[in-house]
């Protein structure tokens, strides 16, 4: 990414580097001012929850009946199928989707015409949540890496990284070293 160096540019970014396709700016690089690299770690980025069913598509959340989302989804019935299935995904709110009630089948879960959740069936179902299922903003701290003049404003930025097991290693031209 360069907008310094072509002929009567004004820009101030000169950034180089890897990225994934489709992301704007640079994942693990470089500028005129720090270098970054990235490693994956195997943080833990899902809750599982054991839901107690309390009525028809009800779960308790907090000692409180939470009504269960039903969305449904359209599924392609095979690879490069272009008809779908209808699937209906049941979701908690506040937990995440539901992967298992028990005394239902997974088609029975899936079943647009059956509750997501029913007492006379089962008393408890297993929801999960992924960290990433909350607005983030991931893509601000790639843009503050490009922008950043040492570690403390990479710091900054690093900060509003909130979905993924990223760590993160950045030198800049004084010589300072922040893993994060």
């Known amino acids: 990414l360069d907008s310094m160096s072509l002929p009567g540019a004004t820009g101030s970014l000169e950034a180089k580097g890897n990225t994934f396709p489709g992301v704007p700016g640079v994942i693990i690089g470089t500028t005129q001012h720090i270098g970054w690299g990235v490693t994956t770690v195997g943080y833990d980025v899902t809750d599982v929850y054991v839901e107690q069913v309390s009525g028809v598509d009800k779960v308790k ?3 409180q009946d ?13 690879p490069g199928a272009s008809d779908y299935d ?3 995904v049941c979701v908690v709110p506040e937990h995440g989707p539901i992967m298992m009630v028990t005394g239902m089948s997974d088609k029975d879960l899936a079943d647009p015409n059956k509750p ?3 007492p006379a069936v089962g008393s408890t179902a297993i ?19 490009l922008y950043a003049k040492n570690v403390n404003e990479a710091k900054a930025a690093i900060s509003l990284f909130q979905v993924g097991a990223q760590n993160f290693v950045v030198g800049d031209t004084a010589g300072h070293i922040l893993y994060d």
């Open 127 to 145: 929801s999960v949540r992924w960290t990433g299922q909350d607005p983030s903003n991931e893509l601000g701290t790639f843009r503050g890496l």
């Open 86 to 88: 209808t699937e209906k």
């Open 116 to 118: 997501c959740v029913d």
């Open 66 to 78: 939470v009504t269960v989302k039903k969305v449904m989804v359209k599924m392609p019935k095979g």
């Open 61 to 63: 959340f907090n000692g």
